[in-house]
Nanobody, 115 residues
Framework: VQLVESGGGLVQAGRSLRLSCAAS????????MGWYRQAPGKERELVAA???????YYTASVKGRFTISRDNTKNTLHLQMNNLKPEDTAIYFC??????????WGQGTQVTVSS
């Protein structure tokens, strides 16, 4: 199984970024997918998840700003992040599995939001 994130970077507060995760080695459409993040000195947290049936979950701090989506034809997961805040600065990880806790993880992509 391979999950490869892309799209991270350095942006100013209020701007947007779109993260992508390319998956291989799994039956993508049958897996739930998630985005986690880990900020320095903090525990890893689930930011958003999308189930195989399309249901979504967002942590409270990103509701209304982030949108998770999946393209089952391209085995790709996305996270559209709008109105970014400095507190969104973290390493963002893609994860996959048929249940939480997700067993498969990517290497992460850094998102840095400057004030």
């Amino acid at each position: 199984v391979q999950l490869v994130e892309s799209g991270g970077g350095l942006v100013q507060a209020g701007r947007s970024l779109r993260l992508s995760c390319a998956a291989s080695g799994i039956i993508f459409s049958k897996n739930s997918m998630g985005w986690y993040r880990q900020a320095p000195g903090k525990e890893r947290e689930l930011v958003a998840a999308i189930m195989s049936d399309g249901d979504t979950y967002y942590t409270a701090s990103v509701k209304g700003r982030f949108t998770i989506s999946r393209d089952n034809t391209k085995n790709t997961l996305h996270l559209q992040m709008n109105n970014l805040k400095p507190e969104d600065t973290a390493i963002y990880f893609c994860a996959a599995g048929t249940a939480i806790p997700f067993p498969f993880w990517g290497q992460g992509t850094q998102v840095t939001v400057s004030s």
